[in-house]
């Protein structure tokens, strides 16, 4: 193979690295293994100094390995032995505690026995106590209930023993008034008294009378009038209209106004039982046939009456003073303030009235008057309107009831 020059310079440096190379792996394998070997004879010395120490601590291991193997083996055996020993014992202590526990048990029922036994009996004494002043107040109670009954009895009839008497009083001394007003008018103007109408004696002196045809037209008129009246007062809304005021006076604690109230519905009953029980004649009440003798004005007309008629308009004034009096000191005794208006007797006006004579109008008006006047000198306690009599009693002025009257002579 011909080579250039430059070939084979290239070669000879390629050969020379491979020969340099070689070598120095050659020598590092050599040396490689001469340490190896060196190595190997250290471990081989090492060795057999280490294996008579090793063998020792083997042998120990061996010997602490069988220890605790017959260690364990002996153990049960052992515990076995101090189990059977200690099994009397325990049984006899288990025995005992239950015993124990049990006696302690039936203490504790016993006592819960006992404690529940004390508290019923506590409770029954408890119940049975209560129900003994529970008796003993439903005794109490229907025993002051009773003695209230009985005292409430009697006091009812004291009250009305009281009211009985005091009315009988009342009526005793208001039909002394009225004779004692009558009779001084009488003796005042010289003229017989008249009271409510009806069936009154006429003059023996007297001369002229009224044609037959005029006597029986008044007749007519007066029978027809009375009986209005009559069926007027039996009405049941009349009684209703008393008995819805008298509640009213309860309801205002006016005391002093119901009594005096309740006093003049008495007196209305008893009056009308007197013209019920009458036995009236008209052909005899000289009324009829007396010619009129005054003139007089009311609500705006003329109007003509006899001294009969004229005697009537004054008992008007003087009953109705007379019922304002005591309507008046009633009002005034319960502090209720003047309001003779809403009295029922003033809105009544009618007692002493029984049909005849007047219309009814007209004797509502004149006692109205009498009684507004009797209702302020006594509510108001001053007595500008009457004046006391020597009974003590107290009588429009005859002044004043000339002006309410305003009657004129015809003749």
Do not use: C
Not at 207 to 223: F, G, K, P
Request: no cysteine; glycine share 8%; proline share 2%.
């Amino acid at each position: 193979m011909n080579l250039s020059p430059r070939q084979q310079t290239l070669w000879s440096v390629a050969l020379g690295a491979a020969l340099t190379l070689g070598i120095g792996s050659a020598a590092t394998a050599q040396d490689r293994g001469g340490r190896d070997r060196d190595s190997n004879e250290q471990s081989d010395d090492s060795k057999a100094k280490a294996d008579p120490r090793r063998q020792r601590v083997e042998a120990r291991q061996n010997e602490q390995r069988q220890q605790p193997g017959q260690q364990l083996q002996q153990q049960p055996a052992q515990r076995q032995g101090a189990r059977q020993q200690r099994e009397p014992q325990q049984q006899t202590d288990y025995r005992q505690n239950v015993a124990r526990q049990q006696q302690e048990s039936q203490d504790q029922q016993r006592e819960q026995l006992q404690r529940q036994q004390a508290r019923r009996q506590g409770a029954r004494e408890q119940t049975d106590r209560r129900n003994e002043d529970q008796q003993r107040a439903v005794r109490q109670q229907s025993d002051t209930r009773q003695d209230d009954r009985q005292n409430s009895q009697r006091e009812q009839v004291q009250r009305e023993q009281a009211v009985r008497s005091q009315r009988e009083q009342s009526q005793r001394q208001q039909t002394a008034r009225n004779t004692e007003l009558l009779r001084q008018q009488r003796q005042a103007q010289g003229q017989p008294a008249r009271v409510m109408g009806g069936n009154q004696p006429g003059r023996r002196d007297e001369q002229n009378r009224v044609s037959q045809d005029q006597q029986q037209s008044r007749i007519r008129e007066e029978r027809d009038r009375a009986e209005r009246f009559q069926q007027d007062r039996q009405r049941d809304d009349r009684r209703e209209q008393e008995q819805r005021y008298a509640r009213q006076l309860q309801q205002q604690r006016r005391d002093s106004q119901y009594r005096y109230q309740q006093q003049y519905y008495d007196r209305l009953r008893a009056q009308q039982l007197r013209f019920s029980a009458r036995n009236y004649s008209y052909s005899n009440d000289p009324y009829y046939y007396t010619p009129a003798s005054y003139r007089y004005n009311y609500g705006g007309r003329s109007y003509q009456t006899n001294r009969y008629g004229r005697d009537l308009m004054t008992q008007a004034v003087n009953y109705g003073y007379q019922e304002g009096l005591r309507a008046g000191q009633a009002d005034r005794q319960d502090n209720w303030r003047n309001d003779y208006r809403n009295s029922y007797a003033y809105q009544d006006a009618s007692y002493g009235y029984n049909g005849y004579y007047l219309d009814q109008d007209q004797y509502n008006y004149y006692f109205r008057q009498g009684f507004q006047r009797g209702y302020e000198d006594s509510y108001g306690n001053d007595y500008q309107y009457g004046r006391r009599g020597n009974d003590g009693n107290y009588a429009i002025l005859a002044g004043v009831l000339g002006v309410i009257l305003g009657l004129q002579l015809l003749h």
